[in-house]
């Protein structure tokens, strides 16, 4: 498995039910960034989190980050169907000499929220 | 503020042909980089520039590919000789800074086949 793996890997939910995305890594990190993704479209960034840090909200979204076991989880709360995207974890590591600035994306979680 | 720019946002190249990706970063920032994302997968680092400087390019194909920030104008992402196989959304981003906790503003991608 790779460093920023996404699961569940697919999530299908109503409009105003919260949706829950978890991402696990493997080395050292300095900080974990979350981006959505429109389909055909650019990344944009939602929230990042330091490693020392434990939870992190920004609107609707609230991120946790457990660097025991090397997870972290974003949950958006209330969904809208605008909320339909792919979601990417990418950790920022100083793992192995990795230069600051080298994120390392998962493969995605894709929601669908249904109106 | 225009975010980050790329262009074009679609470039159809024939195997063989070279390919001529642009990057204008954000105003303000000076650091730049590369990704790729083959379809249904997530982004895969490519190089990291400041002006003037590749600062890490482990994740460049040895030949045929190359980039460039010049001191004046956008960073240049240069395929020679594509392949079928270089076909995929190529992501520029850009920071302040390297790591230490900086977002980073990705622009919509370039969209590259090659036929």
């Known amino acids: 498995s790779q460093q920023g793996e996404e699961d569940p890997q697919a999530l299908s939910i109503q409009e105003g039910e919260n949706a829950t995305m978890n991402c696990s890594y493997k080395t050292s990190i300095n900080n974990l960034q979350w981006y959505r993704q429109n389909s055909g479209r650019g990344l944009v960034h939602l929230i990042l989190?330091?490693?020392?840090?434990r939870e992190k909200h920004s609107g609707r979204l609230r991120v946790t980050l457990d660097t025991s076991k090397k997870s972290s989880s974003l949950l958006i709360t209330a969904s809208r169907a605008a909320d339909t995207a792919s979601y990417f974890c990418?950790?920022?590591?100083?793992?192995?000499?990795?230069?600051?600035?080298?994120?390392?994306f998962g493969q995605g979680t894709i929601l669908t929220v249904h109106p | 503020n225009a975010g980050v720019m790329q262009n074009p946002r679609h470039l159809v190249r024939r195997r063989g042909q070279e390919a001529r990706l642009r990057c204008s970063p954000m105003?303000?920032?000076?650091?730049v980089y590369w990704y790729r994302q083959l379809p249904e997968e997530g982004l895969k680092f490519m190089v990291y520039l400041q002006k003037e400087n590749i600062i890490d390019e482990s994740g460049m194909p040895k030949e045929r590919f190359s980039a460039e920030f010049p001191k004046e104008g956008p960073s240049i992402l240069r395929i020679q000789q594509v392949v079928r196989g270089d076909s995929a959304a190529y992501f520029c981003?850009?920071?302040?800074?390297?790591?230490?906790?900086?977002?980073?503003?990705f622009g919509s991608g370039t969209r590259l086949t090659v036929v």
């Open positions: 105003k303000g920032h000076s650091h």
């Open positions: 981003a850009s920071s302040q800074g390297a790591g230490l906790n900086y977002g980073y503003t």
């Open positions: 989190i330091r490693s020392n840090e």
């Open positions: 990418a950790t920022d590591s100083n793992a192995g000499g990795t230069s600051y600035g080298k994120l390392t």
